[in-house]
């Protein structure tokens, strides 16, 4: 078993991740960097196994601070979803910490509430 | 190559850029682009709409360039005072015009936000394919509606038109 703050945060320029215990990742800045989402992708998927590792029922993930990405970032977030999604029984809820201050996060994050409201809570901080 | 648009009419705010596709351009144009459009419309939420448009339009334009010596992009930023235009020109091979053509056909057929979200939809289930929500989310999230020219010499124009 790991432990959230153990996880080795990948490097992206133009964005900040900080892990916060017990089950917080707070992201800042901007993703928009070509290449960067393997890096993402697998810092994700493994945060998703820590959670049920930890036996989790809710995992943080503010992006009250991101103030821009591209779409190939919202599929992170979309992938994310799916993966406790598609569980026979989804493990924890997965709840974004928005702000209404940044068109990208009502959009999207009202369009993954839409799809996979069982499974995701999206709250505003402002 | 395509030649620049008609820049004498001092009422009507432009920006015309022409660059290599390359992906280290794209922060940098998308960032003024935001500060263009806050500057000179005042609407912070229109800067925000441009970002979206300009990175995804670009985006999709630098992954799909020929290597062609004739392959650089143009973008252009202009309004008449109602609404706004961005278009981006660029030298793509030819599947991708066809793939482009077929996408845009498939999404006049639904309205933006359901565009938007049956693109999601494709992308959780098709978690190995790729993410295809760059064209939606420049109509949904940038207000603007999307249409293709194809020009001289295998050229082609995206232009994405919404009110200012």
Redesign the interface.
Known sequence: MTDIAAIEIPRVE?LGIELILPATIKLTGMI????TNPDLAGFFRTVHGDAISRGLREVFVDVSRLT?V???A??LF??W??WI?NDKAPPYILRFVTSRR???QQ??FA??T???KDVLVVERVD | MSTAPNTSNPLRPMVFMRFRPAWAYIDGIREFGRFFCETTFGTPALAQRACVVIQEALENAVKYSSNSPDSELELVIQSDGDRIEFSVSSLPDAAHIERLRAELAQQRTLDPEQAYVAAFLRASKEPSESARLGLARIRYEGGVELSIHEQEGGRVRVTATGKL
């Open positions: 133009g928009t960097k070509n290449g821009f591209n779409s190939s919202i599929r979309i992938d979803a799916s999604k940044f068109t990208w959009t999207a369009a993954l839409s799809l996979m």
